[in-house]
């Protein structure tokens, strides 16, 4: 379907409009546009510019998916006209995208234009840029066959993943998993990773080398982000310490895992400290339970803005900010705004961890308040977090079914707004990585063609024939066989 040359017009991209650099979509030579507003019949000419002053997307289905506005001066020929982009009410935009050498060169409104061979046309089929999972744990993952949680509860799936380091972590094992993971995340499209690893004693030197060396395999592919994992009182050890220096020396992110305890602030305090001695970016675990006393996003908080920290904070899960009452959310949502929080949730996990009692239909569906996170300008991004093993005894590193999935359990849809960004360019900015998640001039072609022509259609099938673009080449995105996973 795509043909392997070096310069190509993808026609007719459904584009949800929030994931379009729209600074550089906003200006197009009006000779080469296909079809600008002046040029329409003054019936549609008047649908477009009541659209526009109504900043309502064009009712009439007759109607072209965009505007193009009054030309500025200078001759037609070299004048710029702005050209805004009228999304359907599901934000996408329809539009044209040019491939030259693998990177985009121009995207234009679509039109009925044809342009000359070689050009396919994607009749209106949604395309997304690659996604970015900026929360899993790629050394767990992939045990659940030998490991599986015998209840499905937090407390035996923490002791089953210790029980199945102990015995099996060593290299080759962690490689092999890590090594599927990132096989299976790169086939359904994802460009960036940001792991957990756990890191206690010898096993940070096992699972941090052996993600270096796959970072390194995979570098042209996909960037991979590692976060050191364990408890926040490690940090106030010499092993905690050594370990900062370590996260330092590979260029990785400091993190754990943060529990409401009389000596929290302090252990906080270590945390920030070796952080900012060492200009590392942080990444907690924060109150991943139902319990409303559990205010350890608050205290991280707190805790940044006590220590005027600089760089990225990230804090996932959140679950008991849902359970708590409304004066405390709002004094946690105040400071996380105020230290410039990025909130990441893992819906799949939560839903399959939180409220589980054997023999007890669950109640709530464990997620935090994403809704509320976000009207609050704070950014909120969805991630896979764990994929077979004890904390999530499913996944296949697909960010599609994340988003999916995050759509049924927090309601998403209604409007989609721009929550297609929480997998993709917020995801994208909060780890730093400012040119990934996101369709623009200049920008790799890095990009996910689906079938399927709106919303409903993308999240009612597995999308399993979608062709990923990597610099604007299909790759071959065959799964792994589980039976590498055998011994
Ligand atoms: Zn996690």
């Not at 379009?20 to 197009?28: G, K, L, M, P, R």
């Not at 209106?124 to 659940?144: E, N, Q, S, T």
């Not at 089953?160 to 080759?172: C, F, I, K, P, S």
Request: contains cysteine.
């Amino acid at each position: 379907m795509i043909p392997i040359v070096d310069r190509y017009w993808l026609k007719n991209a459904h584009v949800p409009a929030s994931l379009i650099e729209s600074d550089q979509f906003a200006t197009q030579t009006l000779g080469e546009h296909p079809v600008s507003a002046n040029r329409l019949p003054q019936q549609k000419r008047f649908l477009l510019t009541q659209a526009l002053a109504d900043n309502l997307p064009i009712q009439n289905p007759a109607a072209p998916r965009f505007c193009g506005g009054v030309a500025t001066a200078g001759t037609q020929s070299k004048s710029k006209i702005q050209n805004r982009m009228l999304p359907t009410r599901e934000g996408l935009t329809l539009v044209d995208l040019e491939i030259v050498e693998g990177a985009i060169a121009r995207i234009i409104p679509a039109s009925s234009e044809i342009f000359p061979p070689p050009s396919i046309d994607l009749r209106r089929g949604i395309v997304f840029p690659c996604f970015v999972d900026m929360h899993a744990h790629l050394d767990k993952g992939h045990i659940w066959e030998r490991s599986p949680n015998p209840d499905g509860t937090f407390d035996r799936a923490l002791a089953t993943a210790l029980t199945d380091a102990r015995q099996y972590w060593q290299a080759e094992d962690v490689y092999r998993r890590m090594e599927f993971g990132i096989k299976c995340s790169y086939a359904h499209g994802t460009k960036a990773i940001r792991t957990h690893i756990d890191s206690y004693g010898e096993q940070a030197d096992i699972s941090l080398g052996t993600f270096k060396t796959l970072q390194q395999e995979w570098a042209d592919r996909i960037t991979l982000q590692a976060v050191s994992l364990v408890t926040l009182d490690y940090y106030q050890t010499p092993p905690g310490v050594a370990l900062a220096d370590k996260i330092a020396e590979i260029g990785g992110i400091l993190g754990g895992v943060a529990y409401m305890h009389p000596e929290l602030d302090r252990q906080l305090d270590a945390v920030f400290s070796l952080a900012q001695e060492r200009g590392l970016d942080l990444d907690f675990h924060a109150d991943e339970n139902g319990d409303p006393n559990s205010i350890c996003l608050q205290r991280i908080a707190a805790a940044a803005l006590r220590h005027q920290f600089s760089g990225q904070i990230i804090c996932g899960h959140c679950c008991s900010l849902a359970v708590q009452p409304p004066e405390v959310v709002s004094q946690t949502l105040d400071l996380v705004k105020q230290a410039g929080i990025g909130i990441v949730s893992l819906p799949m996990c939560n839903l399959y961890l939180q409220d589980r009692k054997s023999g007890q239909t669950p109640y709530w569906r464990g997620i935090t308040k994403v809704h509320e996170i976000k009207q609050q300008g704070i950014a909120v991004t969805f991630a896979s977090d764990n994929c077979r093993d004890p904390f999530y005894g499913f996944g296949d590193g697909d960010v599609l079914e994340v988003f999916n999935q995050a759509v049924r359990i927090a309601h998403l849809d209604m409007p989609y707004g721009d929550w297609c960004c929480s997998v993709t360019k917020t995801a994208a900015d909060l780890i730093g990585l400012p040119k990934v998640g996101r369709i623009g001039v200049g920008l790799p072609a890095d990009l996910i063609l689906f079938k399927a022509r709106y919303f409903s259609e993308l999240l009612s099938r597995p999308q399993h024939d979608r062709i990923v673009l990597r610099n604007g080449k299909p790759i071959d995105a065959t799964l792994p066989d589980y039976e590498q996973l055998d011994d």
